[in-house]
């Protein structure tokens, strides 16, 4: 079983597994991250064998600082501002490769652009002192509901991997917004922990959506984030073999007698939402009801990442690709 040791203890023990070849579990701001030296071919294998992730699916790299960014990719000018804005954080942003930047192809599945992203807190640091870049994907097992505690990475994962660093529960909640500039223009590719109307706010450029084709389209599996249980979504009634999933003062009929009942946040605060879909998600799907019914969220704010997390969440599960 897993090791978890507190972010106060971990750093000597984490660095020795990076540098070996291993991975290891760590906390950002957004969910828990799976996490192996971007440059070692092996750790980078080991995350996918890990999480049973198929291979064409590219992952982000983590970074320490602008110098480290500016060495593995090339920026453009809008990309440049985009990070002066909002890193560290809980923006990704997809850049033309650096050629000869030592970065394990497996990372970008033999892409040439690459993912990345400068994360606050204890990743921050540990990147810093390993001087290298970490790959990381969400903490969980492929197609399953990413990890915001380190107790839900170790239920996941613990029989898989050696170590977890426990910084409690991440204050985001949701993965990054993943961008792209292209031309004078940026596209999302992933709604997540920045809101497009507060990228939009940043830069004065407007988002554009979809037209992505493939690996562009991040999580591409339509069902992804998906708990045991089924989903369903905009509910006004549930079922007594239902477990609700509530917003704001709404209530759908029947409530009362649905087989669990978490509201995401009373206030309809999306923030507060955000940070607790995941572990609610979790909670619910251990009541054992047969399906989850949630409550409608607004497509505002940190609400399109929600929306999309939860959409994917009740896609059908049958096109799940297992890991080659
Ligand atoms: O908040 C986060 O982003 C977390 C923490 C651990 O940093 N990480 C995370 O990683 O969510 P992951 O692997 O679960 O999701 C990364 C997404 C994938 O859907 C992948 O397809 C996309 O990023 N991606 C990676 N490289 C890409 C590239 N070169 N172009 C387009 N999408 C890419
Ligand atoms: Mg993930």
Same mark, same amino acid.
Request: net charge neutral.
């Given at each position: 079983m897993a090791e978890i040791l507190a972010v106060d203890e971990a750093l000597e023990r984490a660095l020795a597994l990076l540098r070996g070849g291993d991975v290891v579990a760590i906390p950002t701001e957004t969910v828990y991250g799976l996490a192996a030296d971007a440059t070692n071919g092996i750790g980078v294998a080991r995350i996918f064998e890990a999480k049973g992730r198929p291979r064409f699916n590219p992952l982000i790299a983590h970074v320490a600082d602008m110098a480290m960014a500016e060495r593995i990719a090339i920026f453009d000018p809008l990309s440049r501002r985009l990070a002066q804005s909002f890193w560290p954080g809980p923006?990704?942003?997809?850049?033309?490769?650096?050629?000869?930047?030592?970065?394990?192809?497996?990372?970008?599945?033999?892409?040439?652009?690459?993912?990345?992203?400068?994360?606050?807190?204890?990743?921050?640091?540990?990147?810093?002192?390993?001087?290298?870049?970490?790959?990381?994907?969400?903490?969980?097992?492929?197609?399953?509901?990413?990890?915001?505690?380190?107790?839900?990475?170790?239920?996941?994962?613990?029989?898989?991997?050696?170590?977890?660093?426990?910084?409690?529960?991440?204050?985001?909640?949701?993965?990054?917004?993943?961008?792209?500039?292209? #031309?004078?223009?940026?596209? &999302? =590719?992933?709604? !997540?922990?920045?809101? /497009? %109307?507060?990228?939009?706010? +940043?830069?004065?450029?407007?988002?554009?959506?979809?037209?992505?084709?493939?690996?562009?389209?991040?999580?591409?599996?339509?069902?992804?984030?998906?708990?045991?249980?089924?989903?369903?979504?905009?509910?006004?009634?549930? #079922?007594?073999?239902?477990? &609700? =999933?509530?917003? !704001?003062?709404?209530? /759908? %009929?029947?409530?009362?007698? +649905?087989?669990?009942?978490?509201?995401?946040?009373?206030?309809?605060?999306?923030?507060?939402?955000?940070?607790?879909?995941?572990?609610?998600?979790?909670?619910?799907d251990r009541s054992g009801a047969r399906t989850i019914a949630v409550e409608t969220i607004p497509f505002d704010g940190l609400g399109e990442a929600i929306n999309d997390r939860l959409s994917r969440a009740a896609a059908p599960r049958d096109n799940v690709q297992p890991a080659p």
């Open positions: 923006l990704t942003l997809v850049l033309p490769q650096r050629p000869g930047n030592g970065i394990h192809p497996l990372v970008t599945a033999g892409l040439d652009t690459i993912a990345l992203r400068m994360p606050r807190g204890f990743g921050g640091d540990l990147i810093a002192r390993l001087g290298r870049p970490l790959a990381a994907p969400s903490a969980n097992s492929s197609g399953k509901i990413s990890a915001t505690t380190a107790q839900a990475v170790a239920a996941d994962l613990g029989t898989r991997i050696k170590l977890v660093v426990d910084a409690g529960a991440t204050p985001v909640g949701l993965e990054s917004t993943i961008v792209k500039a292209e #031309g004078a223009g940026v596209r &999302l =590719l992933r709604p !997540g922990g920045v809101s /497009a %109307e507060e990228i939009e706010a +940043a830069i004065g450029v407007k988002l554009f959506r979809g037209g992505a084709a493939g690996i562009e389209a991040p999580g591409m599996l339509a069902s992804h984030y998906a708990p045991g249980a089924g989903v369903r979504l905009n509910a006004g009634t549930v #079922g007594k073999d239902e477990a &609700l =999933l509530g917003f !704001g003062r709404q209530r /759908a %009929e029947g409530w009362r007698d +649905a087989a669990a009942f978490l509201n995401l946040s009373e206030t309809g605060d999306l923030r507060e939402a955000a940070g607790n879909l995941f572990a609610y998600m979790q909670e619910l």
